[in-house]
């Protein structure tokens, strides 16, 4: 699976313009502060706000075209629906990882354009 659905991203720079910067710096703000809900939700054994949160990056990151890291958010959120915390840090880790590198792809995309 590619790491982001370029097509998508044209479409959405296509309907959006120059908001489709606003919208992607929307999106890691809003990423950044449910991470840390999520890294505090895994401490808590929190499952219902670990698929919470983990559901609405999900969709985030489809949003925006990014597959790779809203299927790492899917296995948080089914972790979340399970209440499986077991050895749960390394695929946080790993959307973590995935999230920096999907930012880097998305911030390059934009760049591409200028």
Request: glycine share 4%; charged share 30%; hydrophobic share 45%.
């Amino acid at each position: 699976m590619p790491a982001l659905d370029l097509a998508l991203l044209e479409e959405l720079r296509e309907f959006m313009e120059d908001d489709v910067c606003s919208l992607i710096d929307e999106f890691e703000i809003d990423t950044q502060e449910r991470l840390a809900a999520i890294e505090q939700a895994i401490i808590n054994r929190d499952a219902d706000t670990l698929r919470a949160m983990a559901h609405t990056m999900k969709g985030g990151a489809a949003s925006l075209g990014a597959e790779n890291l809203s299927q790492h958010f899917r296995g948080l959120e089914y972790r979340g629906r399970d209440a499986s915390f077991q050895d749960i840090q390394q695929d946080f880790s790993n959307a973590k990882h995935c999230f920096a590198d999907s930012m880097f792809l998305l911030r390059k995309w934009l760049a591409e354009d200028k």
